[in-house]
């Protein structure tokens, strides 16, 4: 047994003085736990559905459905009842035009969502996803016309729409407004038209760092929003792209965002670090993606699916999300209920 003496690697004390395996017994080791993800970290996406008279299951997504309108309250009362406080509503309309008109009808998915919800669950937080990909026939986020290199999303025409979209939103009842566009001035275009109206209280949580990320698949077929020509890389940011992806953060902060959002997350965890120095809020978003390969990988036997959704979730909350996006969420609430 080694006695006496003890070595120091400049001012640290190491073994055998220093036994790092000291703090991680069983009995130890859950009161030293430095990051734990709570229920009240997670937010709930929900897809609701227009078309629909009962819920039909999401292929790409085991698990996860579409939901009809009428009865969505029932869904926000059962996450309330799980301890679950805040949900991320996206909707399918009945119609798709250019222009994404059916996006700011006040009786289009989203706003009676919401108004559903807010009159069953009043404390749950409602945040709206404001953009336009599921309701233009063309798939991409906004207006699109030609630019000096061909069809593309055109940014400032683009505004107005989710102004629009915005606006109807807050005025549906919605807590917190998130567009997911990553057009240019989005955010404070945004809160000059909600404050235009009266709604300087409404928060906005911009996708202020969303990339574009092959994570995205699955989604595209959750809210058929997938796109007819070209692609998202001219609005989106390049995965390679840390100081863009630092400054786009950094940029909707001076236009008065009160939350950002990196999206993906368990692929970018040294973003959600980098933009957590700005001193915001930050959401983080698990994809549709990520959701996916942990399902496909938990069901072959190859991970065990409770514990890998938990380490994810983990390591997003420790690289300095605040909040956590997630398809496991009533998963990981139904776990913690049981403990």
């Known amino acids: 047994m ?22 991680r017994s069983r009995t130890i080791q859950p009161i030293l736990q430095q990051f734990q993800v709570a229920k009240t970290d997670l ?16 292929a790409s997504m085991p698990g996860q459905v579409r939901y009809p309108v009428n009865g969505i309250e029932n869904v926000a009362q059962e996450l309330w009842d799980r301890g679950l406080q805040a949900v991320l509503l996206f909707g399918i309309p009945k119609k798709k035009d250019a222009a994404g008109t059916s996006a700011y009808d006040d009786q289009g998915a989203v706003q009676k969502a919401v108004a559903k919800i807010k009159k069953t669950v009043p404390d749950m937080v409602v945040i709206t996803d404001v953009c336009a990909c599921e309701y233009t026939d063309h798939g991409h986020c906004g207006i699109v016309g030609q630019t ?8 400032d025409p683009s505004l107005e729409l989710m102004n629009r979209i915005a606006v109807s939103h807050a005025l549906a009842g919605a ?12 955010v404070g ?33 959750a809210v058929d929003s997938g796109y007819y020509f ?6 989106q940011i390049n995965p390679a792209n840390a100081r863009e992806a630092f400054l786009e953060s950094q940029l909707d902060a001076g236009e008065g965002a ?33 959701y996916a390969m942990i399902k496909a990988a ?18 997003i909350k420790r690289a300095g999300a605040d909040l956590i996006i997630s398809y496991f969420a009533r998963d990981v609430a139904g776990w913690m209920n049981e403990e």
């Open 230 to 235: 070209g692609d998202r890389s001219t609005y």
């Open 43 to 58: 937010v709930v996406p929900l897809f609701v559905d227009e078309t629909l008279s009962k819920k039909r299951p999401i």
């Open 148 to 155: 000096r290199s061909g069809t593309d999303l055109l940014n």
């Open 298 to 315: 938990g069901r072959q036997g190859w991970i065990r699916e409770k514990e890998a959704v938990m380490e994810t979730l983990t390591c």
């Open 2 to 23: 080694l006695t006496g003496e003890f070595f120091r690697a400049g001012d640290v004390m190491v073994f055998p003085t220093r036994r790092m395996r000291r703090s």
């Open 189 to 221: 275009s945004i809160r000059s038209a909600l404050d235009d109206e009266d709604l300087e209280e409404v928060l906005i949580m911009s996708y202020s760092t969303k990339f574009a990320s092959a994570f995205y698949g699955p989604f595209r077929e």
């Open 175 to 186: 807590d917190i407004v998130a567009p997911s566009c990553m057009l240019d001035g989005m």
């Open 258 to 290: 009160d939350i950002l959002m990196v999206k993906p997350a368990g692929f970018y965890l040294d973003i959600i670090s980098d933009i957590a120095t700005l001193g915001l809020p930050v959401a983080a978003y698990q994809v549709s993606g990520e």
